[in-house]
């Protein structure tokens, strides 16, 4: 309340301080009502600033580290390659060479790790995660991943909400995931901004932000939003309902896109011009329609995903990925026409009745099809075994009569989730020149008895199954019995 009140009257305090100093000295006078002329500037600059695109930059910095190879070894290189009796060489946080040990070039000098009857593959990403906003310990009070108070809750961020000393993100680093986007839940249409992080340990959320990494926007089809809000008695009880929930919106976004539009134009034209009053729902809408923020929308049934391709042709903005997508299988060749990735489980479905028609065989027939299939956890407990869950959709696949080489079904865990995370370019294989965010196992990764030995991210190891010295434990669990995973 004092803190209202001093502010509410800072400007006459301001006013009183000025004409004070007239009153005592002219030249200091001038002095202070050319000061409050700055003043004034200042403020009309500030009111004339365009919203900044990233008010929370990324500051992850990857350590210092030796150059090293690893050799005598399996390689999945995440495009659908495989070398046995392969090397892979990593300098200044970069892959240099990787291949076939006999066209691997070790320098002198340089750390050699003798990988005998392992295998090296890119590190998993997770494009489907809720660790930090729904961390371990699972309660009311750590609670922040679904902001269910309104249908459209674009304007929430879900970086905000993100608990970096979550002790899952540990627990996911020792199953091999390198990078995950951390999503708000499936509540609302418009659940909010996802954020794309680095597996590291951190203070802060943006030490572990993804340098260059698009934002995503949460949204949801079906059963979530209707059952929620129906039986509050609100919109949208159907999914009539839900679509025009999307369809008011998305008008909206074209509005107040066209008056930042018309504004800026005016401000090229050196004419004065009062910008928009900012809307951050609307914004994150418009950097949808801008091709800025990328959709990710939970979605299970076919026909309802087909209805949304729709709506996104309508609006002019593309969706990047349907996330569940249970029946993606019964669409995959509308998917791949058009360039949509599908996040699937392996064998979840039937917990409710738009999960009813889910098959074993979705994530191979996706693939089979030609579409960008991605293997995704939703699950604190299932993204630590991820590599398990792609050997599952593999196996049924092949039962199936669609034999596909491991090596290019590991595509469904780095290079097809980073393609959908709008990181392609960076991480996601092994290949020269990308990010050294790679997995040393101790075995065949698609077995049950197969562990992550060592996992790197950008050449930095972050993980070492046989030294404790690289098993970190979060804050939470500092001094408490069986702290960490060392047990």
Request: with cysteine; charged share 25%.
């Amino acid at each position: 309340m004092a803190m209202t009140s001093l502010k509410s009257r800072l400007p006459a305090l301001i006013a009183l301080l000025l004409l004070g100093a007239c009153a005592a000295d002219g030249g200091a006078g001038r002095g202070a009502v050319a000061a409050g002329a700055k003043l004034a500037d200042a403020g009309a600059a500030a009111e004339d600033a365009l919203p900044p695109k990233d008010p929370y930059p990324s500051r992850y910095r990857p350590a210092a580290h030796a150059p090293f190879a690893i050799r005598n070894v399996t390689i999945w290189d995440g495009r659908g390659h495989e070398w046995k009796n392969g090397a892979i060489l990593v300098r200044d946080h970069r892959i240099v060479a990787v291949g076939p040990e006999s066209e691997v070039a070790i320098p002198e000098g340089v750390e050699v790790i003798d990988g005998a009857g392992g295998h090296v593959t890119p590190g998993i990403i997770d494009v489907h995660s809720h660790l930090g906003v729904y961390p371990s310990p699972s309660l009311q009070a750590t609670s922040d991943g679904n902001e269910i108070t309104d249908p459209n809750t674009a304007e929430v961020w879900a970086e905000h909400s993100v608990w970096p000393q979550d002790p899952g993100f540990i627990r996911a680093l020792a199953g091999g995931v390198t990078t995950l986007q951390i999503l708000p839940g499936s509540a609302n249409l418009f659940g909010g901004r996802s954020v794309v992080l680095k597996n590291v340990r951190a203070r802060t959320v943006q030490e572990m932000k993804f340098p260059g990494a698009p934002y995503g926007l949460k949204m949801a089809c079906g059963e979530n939003p209707k059952r929620l809000y129906g039986s509050k008695g609100r919109k949208p009880s159907t999914r009539m309902g839900n679509f025009a929930g999307y369809r008011t919106a998305w008008i909206a976004a074209q509005d107040y896109r066209r008056q930042w539009a018309e504004y800026l134009k005016k401000r090229e034209k050196g004419e004065r011009a009062k910008p928009p009053k900012r809307d951050l729902e609307l914004e994150t809408l418009a950097g949808v329609l801008d091709g800025e923020i990328l959709v990710h929308m939970h979605c299970y049934r076919a026909d309802e995903m087909a209805q949304v391709l729709d709506m996104a042709r309508e609006f002019g903005y593309r969706v990047s990925t349907f996330h569940h997508a249970v029946e993606a299988y019964k669409i995959a060749d509308l998917l791949a026409e058009n360039g949509v990735c599908a996040a699937m489980w392996a064998d979840w479905w039937g917990f409710k009745l738009e999960a009813y028609d889910g098959i074993r065989e979705n994530v191979p027939f996706v693939h089979k099809a030609g579409g960008c299939a991605i293997v995704h956890s939703d699950s604190a407990v299932g993204i630590q075994r991820l590599n398990q869950e792609a050997a599952k959709a593999w196996a049924d696949g092949r039962r199936a009569g669609v034999d596909i080489p491991k090596a290019e079904a590991w595509v469904w865990l780095s290079y097809n989730p980073a393609r959908s995370l709008g990181i392609a370019d960076v991480t996601g294989s092994l290949e020269p020149g990308k990010a050294a965010d790679l997995v040393l196992w101790n075995g065949d990764p698609f077995s049950v008895y197969t562990k992550a030995v060592q996992v790197y991210i950008d050449g930095v190891k972050q993980w070492d199954l046989l030294d404790p010295a690289f098993q970190p434990v979060s804050d939470f669990e500092l001094g408490q019995p069986g702290e960490g995973d060392a047990k």
